[in-house]
């Protein structure tokens, strides 16, 4: 595992943006995968973004794509997702979540393919 530590949530209008951040607590060696998966009261855990080891290759789903952009320097720096033109369905709870394995495609939609996560970061959209 890799310790998380996700920051940039808040209380934002919709329409507005948020920059969430992802950064290890401490230096490691390994290289992960990271995603940011969000959950809304009474709902699962959902993804909503990934990024490969190198920093190359993002994934979204369908609802964030155009608003949302993750991104990462190098396997070891901080994570990002910027958050622009925000929604009331957007708000929820996210979690930044690592993992070292890639063991088939689309891994990175099962928030269960995870092996460590962040305490999370609530992010609340007015109208």
Do not use: H
């Not at 940011?36 to 609802?63: H, I």
């Amino acid at each position: 595992q890799v310790q998380l530590v996700e920051s940039g949530g808040g209380l934002v209008q919709a329409g507005g943006s948020l920059r969430l951040s992802c950064t290890p607590s401490e230096r490691t060696f390994g290289s992960y995968y990271i995603g940011w998966l969000r959950q809304s009261p009474g709902k699962e855990r959902e993804f909503v973004a990934a990024v490969n080891r190198s920093g190359g290759t993002t994934y979204y789903t369908d609802s964030v794509k155009g608003r949302f952009i993750i991104s990462r320097v190098n396997a070891e720096s901080t994570v990002y997702l910027q958050m622009n033109s925000l929604q009331l369905e957007d708000m929820a709870v996210y979690y930044c979540a690592a993992s070292r394995r890639s063991p088939f495609s689309a891994f990175y939609l099962d928030p269960r393919q995870y092996e460590s996560w962040g305490q999370g970061t609530q992010v609340t959209v007015s109208s």
